[in-house]
């Protein structure tokens, strides 16, 4: 049954436009609509960033479904919350999971009282959007790695996602600036890992327990003395790329834990860029990427 509202519609402003609804929709066709000729992209944007209210309460799912008679406000040039801000972007978000683009420095989960974290700051945008969930971590990323991740709204869609976590990645690929000169376009590194204090390369799976790990690269660009890399992850070990590359002798640059810096205080060259997923509900096959940062242009054709 449809909700029964007054059917005054409140009267535009410069900031908002406001529309009632009259026939059945999901909310981002409905925003598409209203705001004629916006691209999806930009509709969705204003969705995440709290620029949608349905009947004084803020929605930011893209598939939220609206009732006859309902009132939709929009506002065009919504700003983002303030947990959507340097330490993190969003790039996708329905009632069921969320996929964020997480910059260096950012832990995946809490460590100790206060730590910057994605869960945290997931949490806090979640509670300014009303949305009654919090965020359960479906894979991690190092501290100093930055990119694609995605989190659950509940623990159900989390065990979901984790329970089979080979069938449900398509893809998992990663953009790093590494030291030396690359002597073939593309390879393949090959190992048994084991974590101690420090993910080690260990000769066969009965020494210490150690688990099979597979990473393929591609060589993007060449330069003096660094190289811009394409790195593709065969399995999903702790550390993996950093401990491959550094056992073939091309650390990532900026990582003083594996590699050899001159300069460990800088930011580490290792970003998720491409994350390839099905959907945990509707199975659709969900593909995110981001750009290579900035910086590893910079790291890359460095002056020694």
């Known amino acids: 049954m449809p909700r029964r509202h007054d059917h005054r519609v409140p009267r535009n402003d410069d900031k908002a ?18 705001l004629d000729g916006i691209s999806r992209n930009k509709a969705k944007s204003i969705l995440v960033h709290g620029g949608v209210t349905v009947d004084d309460r803020v929605q930011s799912h893209v598939d939220y479904p609206l009732d006859e008679g309902s009132i939709v406000k929009i506002r065009r040039h919504a700003r983002p919350s303030s947990a959507n801000n340097k330490n993190f972007r969003i790039v996708y978000e329905d009632r069921w999971i969320v996929v964020v683009d997480k910059q260096q420095g950012v832990l995946s989960m809490p460590v100790g009282a206060g730590s910057l974290n994605m869960k945290t700051l997931l949490d806090r945008h979640f509670t300014e959007t009303h949305q009654r969930c919090t965020a359960h971590v479906v894979h991690r990323l190092d ?6 991740m995605v989190y659950a709204k509940s623990v159900d869609i ?20 590494v030291e030396g000169v690359m002597e073939q376009p593309a390879g393949k590194v090959e190992s048994w890992l084991h974590d101690t204090d420090r993910m080690v390369v260990v000769s066969s799976p009965v020494d210490d327990g150690g688990k099979w790990a597979a990473t393929e690269w591609e060589l993007v660009e060449q330069a003096e003395d660094r190289a811009l890399l394409f790195l593709h992850l065969l399995t999903g070990r702790k550390n993996q790329i950093r401990v491959h590359m550094a056992d073939i002798g091309h650390p990532v640059v900026g990582d003083g834990k594996y590699g050899h810096q001159d300069d460990p205080g800088s930011r580490m060259c290792l970003h998720a860029f491409r ?12 593909e995110f990427e981001t750009p290579i940062p900035r910086f590893f242009g910079t790291a890359l054709h460095h002056k020694s």
């Not at 989390?158 to 600036?177: F, L, P, S």
């Open 158 to 177: 989390q065990q979901q996602m984790t329970a089979d976590w080979h069938a449900t990645i398509i893809d998992r690929r990663y953009v790093a600036v």
């Open 17 to 34: 436009v406001v529309r009632e609804v009259k026939q059945p929709a999901k909310l981002l066709d409905f925003v598409m609509q209203t």
């Open 275 to 286: 994350l390839a997923f099905h959907h945990p509900v509707t199975g659709e096959a969900l």
């Open 143 to 148: 501290v100093r790695t930055s990119g694609l």
